[in-house]
């Protein structure tokens, strides 16, 4: 049996187990393992900054390392974000009354666990914590094969969650770590539809097409993150621009980060140099259609084509429409079905923006972002899906399980 083989036996065994465990005690564990994190923050850091050393020696991404990086306070978000799923709902088990039949027959639905998920990721050290948890309090198994630039921090981190669940007779294969990062062994993990019931890639968008492509088992899909706000004619001119620099500024290298500013016409001329200012203030390269272009100094112009990157980086794509129809058609060309944002008084516009827009969450007033499992209050998220099957946008327990039906009768027969 080869190791990857091995692997996702011992996970779907594990499973099987883990779907019978009452609430109590998986919340018990989570628990302990949330506080067992905060523990051993000093031996998580350390090989954290093995992995960061590395990752400097091999020129990676700003934008890579910013995500790789663990500290005192990122380590105590995956210890809270455990805690949130403590306090959540168990989903498994959960009944929903469908209907009874003329001929007498109760049907119900029953939410179950997938069985095995496995997740797939660059340098993202903490994913291992929160699919971990996610998936241990939604009765799934979880597979984790990180990038090399992570490997250290999230076998670090699984070796703590591993302690807990041995500690309770739990096997450690509910959290597994596939310990090489060879591409071949990818390759065989992606094959195993008999043993893993779904994957989730969580990377850039070169990772996921390649296990879109080469995976035998079903995929959750997240391209990228290529998020806007648009700016109303009917906006408070100082809320836009407190969304603008919290969406583009707090933290660049994230998926739910703004890459793309639309802007109303009637209100182009006042904003815009508001814009002007506070984006030169931050350092943040704008580019822009030739009408916006006007307000910024050094402005690269973008064609009506060449819109739609995800910088994630300091670095802004605006583009001025004249009504709110153009909006609503940049934003379909343009956007990723990640995040969208609408700034106005208008509360018809907001309704309208919000029926209108596809995209996995919609948001009016708000930065996008709080387009977050932990913001949205789902705890810590197992990924975001932008495409509609079998979930949409920040995933939390629920979309960890499925419904099963459940038919009672009493000896009624099909005539």
């Known amino acids: 049996m080869s190791l990857i083989t091995d692997i996702s036996s011992q996970a779907a065994k594990a499973a099987t187990q883990l779907a019978l465990l009452d609430t109590a005690t998986k919340n018990q564990v989570l628990t302990e393992m949330a506080q067992a994190l905060r523990e051993n923050k000093a031996f ?28 005192d306070e990122r380590i105590e978000a995956m210890a809270e974000g455990i805690e949130v799923i403590v306090s959540l709902d168990d989903p498994v088990g959960q009944l929903r009354e469908i209907s009874e039949r003329p001929n007498g027959i109760k049907i119900s639905k029953m939410r179950v666990p997938l069985g095995v998920v496995c997740m797939i990721y660059e340098a993202r050290p903490n994913v291992t914590a929160d699919a971990g948890a996610l998936c241990f309090k939604s009765g799934n198994g979880v597979i984790l094969r990180g990038g090399k630039e992570a490997l250290r921090s999230s076998q670090a981190i699984a070796s703590v969650m591993h302690k807990v669940l041995e500690k309770h007779g739990l096997p450690a294969a509910l959290i597994s770590v ?7 062994l990818l390759m065989e993990l992606m094959q195993q539809r008999d043993t893993i019931d779904l994957i989730i890639p969580r990377g850039g968008e070169g990772l996921i097409n390649f296990v879109t492509e080469n995976s035998t088992i079903p995929v959750i899909q997240h391209f990228k993150g290529v998020c806007h706000l648009y700016v109303d004619k009917d906006a408070d001119l100082n809320v836009a621009i407190n969304l603008l620099l919290n969406g583009k500024t707090q933290r660049t290298g994230v998926c739910n980060a703004l890459e793309g500013l639309v802007v109303h016409q009637d209100i182009a001329d006042e904003f815009l140099n508001l814009c002007a200012v506070v984006l030169r203030q931050e350092g943040v390269k704008v580019n822009a259609d030739a009408k916006a272009a006007e307000y910024f100094d050094n402005a690269t112009v973008l064609a009506d084509d060449e819109f739609g990157e995800e ?62 499992g932990s913001q949205l209050g789902l705890g810590a998220e197992i990924g975001i899906a932008t495409t509609k099957l079998h979930a949409y946008g920040p995933m939390g327990l629920e979309s960890l399980t499925t419904e099963k039906y459940l038919v009672n009768g009493e000896g009624q027969i099909r005539e």
């Open 44 to 71: 998580i850091i350390k090989e954290n900054e093995s992995d960061l050393a590395a990752a400097r020696d091999n020129n990676l991404a700003a934008s890579m390392i910013d995500r790789l990086t663990l500290n």
């Open 311 to 372: 910088y994630l980086d300091l670095e802004i794509a605006i583009k001025v429409v004249p009504d709110f129809a153009g909006a609503i058609d940049h934003i379909a060309k343009f956007g990723s079905n990640h995040t969208e944002v609408i700034c106005t008084k208008d509360q018809a516009a907001a309704q309208l923006f919000q029926r209108s827009v596809d995209a996995s969450v919609v948001m009016v007033n708000a930065s996008s972002r709080f387009s977050d």
């Open 178 to 184: 596939i310990p090489d990062p060879d591409r071949g």
